[in-house]
């Protein structure tokens, strides 16, 4: 949808049952009221694809709502590598300018479609918006179907809440319902300092399974009280002979590629036979999967979707203190320029939020 259509969208006439006179009138003072406030609002607009200072700062429409569909607050939205990779257009055919991006969100309803029954207004919410959605987050309103959005955990801030939709969800696909791991089954995760690692790292061990985590030396202690149990500095040692050598040549049962590349054929070496290997990164070179013809293994390309059962579950953990946010920095939300330099530039440890409020 273009910002021209949203813009015509928000006073779209709907059926309502028959009012008195004075019912109608109050009704209309009240959505005047409404629109008055909400019809505008500003966000960070992607103008062109290229480096990160294509974002301006403008007011746009505020995203029409459906009848589905819930219009959301925003108080914090964190940045994600597909962000920058998608300004940079690396998706240029699914993305059409001006854009709003961001795949995070916590924040509060602020009113529900005619068909929304299990959210009211001032329900505290998180989610990730649909990826090459309509609108993204980087704004101060954003509407999604009800049916992706969940409760926010109650003892996580905003600013704490929307360090994991699109992070923690991921992790929770490639684990759980993808990668089916098991109590004491044994784990490589790659990028175990990344946003998604941070959280895959904390779930593995929340499940019971034996983790491996690779990360650089300096983040060896953080990526350690997270969870792993053996932590490998991929810059000093290689990752399949330390796993060979200490599985006694068996491997692992799952590996989470988070890093592309030759991640892949290489992780394919130390996995043991009739395991499973999880990738979420679509830029690879061409890769030989002969190991894993040989070792009948499982690959899983994912490209996790959006739906609020995981969150809910994610929730569960998170209100257990199984898992906890792993936030790099908050940067004000209008500083977006600045937020993706600093994760585009790598060395980030868990997430980068974008705050509208204090909290
Ligand atoms: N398919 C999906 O649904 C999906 C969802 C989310 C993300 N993704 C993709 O998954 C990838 C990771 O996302 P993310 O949010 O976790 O990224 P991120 O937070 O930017 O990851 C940064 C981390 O990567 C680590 N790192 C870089 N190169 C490494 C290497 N060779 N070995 C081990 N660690 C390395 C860095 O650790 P050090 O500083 O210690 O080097 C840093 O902590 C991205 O490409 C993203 O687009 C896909």
Redesign the pocket.
């Known amino acids: 949808m273009s910002f021209a259509q949203a813009a015509t969208g928000y006073c779209e006439v709907r059926e309502l049952p028959p009012l008195s006179g004075i019912e109608i009138l109050s009704l209309l003072i009240l959505n005047q009221g409404d629109l008055a406030q909400m019809e505008s609002m500003k966000a960070a607009v992607l103008t062109a694809f290229g480096d990160a200072e294509k974002f301006e700062i403008q007011t746009v429409p505020t995203p029409t709502l459906k009848a589905n569909q819930v219009l959301v607050r925003v108080c914090a939205t964190s940045i ?3 962000d920058y ?1 998608t300004r940079r257009g690396d998706y240029k055919e699914l993305v059409r300018l001006p854009a709003i991006l961001g795949v995070d969100v916590s924040g509060v309803i602020e009113a529900v479609g005619e068909a929304v029954t299990d959210f009211k207004v001032g329900d505290e919410v998180y989610y990730s918006p649909q ?1 090459f959605g309509e609108f993204g987050s980087y704004a101060q309103y954003h509407v999604a179907d009800a049916a992706i959005v969940a409760l926010k955990p109650a003892n996580l801030s905003h600013i704490e809440a929307a360090s994991f939709p ?2 923690g ?2 992790a929770w ?1 490639c684990l759980v319902t993808r990668g089916n791991l098991q109590v004491g089954e044994t784990v490589l995760i ?9 959280i895959a790292v904390q779930l593995a061990k929340a499940i019971g399974a034996y983790v491996f985590a ?6 060896r202690d953080f ?1 350690t009280e997270l969870g792993a149990d053996r932590v490998i500095d ?2 000093n040692e290689d990752y399949v002979e330390v796993i060979r050598q200490e599985t006694n040549g068996l491997g692992v049962d799952l590996v989470l590629d ?4 030759e ?1 892949i054929q290489r992780s394919l070496e130390i996995i043991r036979p009739f395991g499973r290997l999880i990738s ?4 690879a070179i061409p890769q030989s999967l002969l190991e894993a013809w040989g070792k009948n293994l499982t690959i899983h ?4 979707p959006q739906y609020r059962a995981k969150l809910e579950a994610l929730t569960k953990l998170i209100e257990r203190h199984q898992l906890r946010p792993v936030i ?1 920095s908050v940067l004000s939300w209008d500083q977006v320029v600045l937020a993706h330099q600093r ?1 585009e530039q ?6 980068i939020v974008l705050k509208f409020t204090e909290n």
Not at 280 to 283: E, M, P, Q, S
Request: charged residues 15%; contains cysteine; glycine residues 20%.
């Open positions: 994600n590598p597909i990779q990826i699109l992070a969800g991921t696909d790659h990028a175990g300092a990344g946003g998604v690692g941070s690779t990360c650089s030396s300096r983040n990526v991929y810059k988070t890093i592309g590349g991640t979420i990164v679509d830029i390309f994912v490209l996790s790099d994760l790598g060395g980030t440890r868990g997430k």
